[in-house]
């Protein structure tokens, strides 16, 4: 039982127009989300992350929306660029404290076509 | 500032054998998790540690066990191996249980 989903697991996008991946989660007790990118033969780079008491936080090109009625969040990358193609992972974290570990999606492929 | 480093970058072992992989963390990060990549799926959480004391562990059997030192270092140990052990292990340091975690490079391990 997948508890983070994404489920797509590639999304092609025009270099300049605005990506948005998406992720679902089934945990009522996720408080914490998180974004990374992960590069072929590197480990996964920390994006951008929110608190479930947020309904968005935004970073340079980055932000992410969370809604928690739906269990749904989002990140959106605007301006696309051709660096941003990699894999994105999204994560979430239980409330009680991190002694759980993150729990990842199984990640979507992002490609920038130029 | 120095990032988290892994060693080795990739290792060959046959099954029924024993590996250990290293992680140093972040500088004045105390907390080193681990996680197994399987290919095509996302990191999977296999234990924390914080204050050199395993305080948190996921799905894995007790084979995998682990170690954190005083300067916060940490090795994660595999024994019996299986096939399916094959993977890419990713430590992660942070500064505290609930701060981000951010990753290593990982150690490829193959299993023949």
């Known amino acids: 039982d997948q508890q983070v989903k994404q489920n797509s697991p590639s999304l092609s996008v025009q270099e300049g127009r605005i990506s948005i991946l998406n992720c679902d989660y089934t945990n009522s007790m996720f408080d914490y989300f998180l974004w990374y990118k992960k590069y072929p033969a590197e480990g996964p780079t920390f994006l951008i992350s929110?608190?479930?008491?947020?309904d968005k936080n935004e970073d340079g090109r980055f932000t992410v929306f969370l809604n928690k009625s739906a269990k749904h969040l989002s990140l959106h990358i605007v301006p696309s660029q051709p660096g941003d193609s990699a894999v994105y992972f999204c994560a979430a974290r239980e409330s009680g404290g991190g002694a759980d570990g993150l729990t990842f999606g199984k990640g979507t492929h992002l490609i920038i076509q130029p | 500032e120095t990032g988290v480093t892994q060693s080795p970058t990739h290792l060959i072992k046959t099954r029924g054998q024993q590996v250990t992989l290293r992680c140093s963390s972040q500088s004045g990060h105390n907390t080193v998790s681990w996680y197994q990549q399987a290919l095509g799926q996302g990191p999977q959480f296999i234990f924390q540690?914080?204050?050199?004391?395993?305080?948190g562990r996921g799905n894995f059997p007790p084979r995998f066990s682990g170690l954190q030192f005083p300067n916060y270092s940490s090795e994660l140990n595999v024994n019996a191996l299986e096939l399916d052990d094959s993977a890419l292990y990713l430590c992660?340091?942070?500064?505290?249980?609930?701060?981000?975690?951010?990753f290593g490079p990982g150690t490829r391990l193959t299993v023949l």
């Open positions: 992660a340091s942070s500064l505290g249980q609930v701060r981000t975690q951010y």
């Open positions: 929110i608190s479930s008491i947020k």
């Open positions: 540690y914080y204050r050199e004391e395993e305080n």
